[in-house]
Nanobody, 125 residues
């Protein structure tokens, strides 16, 4: 069993930065590919970024490419999302998810093994 806990959300002005963390319990963190999703008010949950088991492969949604960076530290059982040049459109609850397989078409309903509870990010204009 793995528990995921997100942190680092908050209120920031447009153009600012935040770093989200997703801390995992257990000793199997490195066997999971990890994902960030987000859900804005009134919208469906959407993919943001993904990172492979060792961190050697990453990819991003077009909307965040060049502004967000996903990373992980398997020794600390933690994944990160560095968010720069934030825009009001980035306002959402951000969720991390874990899956055994490397998902090349990530969608919220793809059956990931674990989800966190989410952390709120609000970007003011």
């Amino acid at each position: 069993q793995v528990q995921l806990v997100e942190s680092g959300g908050g209120l920031v002005q447009a153009g600012g930065s935040l770093r989200l963390s997703c801390a995992a319990s257990g000793r199997t963190f490195s066997t999971y590919a990890m994902y960030w999703f987000r859900q804005a008010p009134g919208k469906e949950r959407e993919f943001v970024a993904a990172i492979s088991w060792s961190g050697g492969r990453t990819y991003y949604a077009d909307s965040v490419k060049g502004r967000f960076t996903i990373s992980r530290d398997n020794a600390k059982n933690t994944m990160y999302l560095q968010m720069n040049s934030l825009e009001p459109e980035d306002t959402a609850v951000y969720y991390c998810a874990a899956g055994r397989a490397w998902d090349l078409a990530p969608r919220p309903n793809n059956g990931y093994d674990y989800w966190g509870q989410g952390t709120q990010v609000t970007v003011s204009s």
